[in-house]
């Protein structure tokens, strides 16, 4: 799906107002990311957006292109409701074909070049194949047979 077409199904007016809301108050780890995704991560095809309303539920940053979103998780995701909801929420997001990566703010703040790094080996595995609407991934093709005597445990 190319960066500029929307998801399979339509925000809701609330999540398209909060994620309005959203955009205009990131916080620091969430400005830092945002930097660097523009600045320091423009990998070919790929496009970052920023706070995408996606179903009921509002997406820190996501790569339509790559089905790939990326979420700063704050110090109210480490306890059980926010873990329950980051569950739920998550669950649909892949339901919907999307493959979700969480970094703490602090993580963002102090190790961006790991964060960066992550983001870039997830979006270069974009090319593997995702799963069809009903959550099935389409399998992968059979290994190419092995010539007898020339696999790595031959008898010799």
């Known amino acids: 799906m190319?960066?500029?077409?929307?998801?399979?199904?339509?925000?809701?007016?609330?999540?398209a107002v909060n994620a309005k809301t959203l955009r205009r108050s990131l916080t620091e780890a969430e400005k830092r990311l945002w930097w660097h995704l523009r600045h320091r991560l423009p990998v070919e095809g790929s496009?970052?957006?920023r706070q995408v309303a996606l179903g009921a539920y509002v997406a820190d940053f996501c790569c339509l292109s790559a089905r790939l979103i990326v979420e700063v998780d704050g110090?109210?995701?480490?306890?059980?409701?926010g873990t329950a909801y980051d569950t739920r929420r998550d669950a649909y997001l892949h339901s919907e074909g999307f493959r979700v990566l969480r970094f703490p703010n602090r993580m963002v703040l102090r190790e961006i070049d790991?964060?960066?790094?992550?983001?870039?080996a997830a979006l270069a595995a974009s090319d593997a194949p995702l799963p069809d609407p009903t959550g099935q991934a389409e399998p992968s093709p059979p290994p190419a047979p092995v010539p007898k005597g020339a696999?790595?445990?031959?008898?010799?």
């Open 2 to 15: 190319p960066w500029n077409q929307q998801p399979r199904r339509a925000a809701s007016p609330r999540a």
């Open 75 to 81: 110090e109210q995701h480490g306890f059980e409701a």
């Open 47 to 49: 496009h970052f957006r």
């Open 151 to 156: 696999g790595a445990f031959a008898e010799r």
């Open 114 to 120: 790991t964060v960066l790094d992550t983001i870039h």
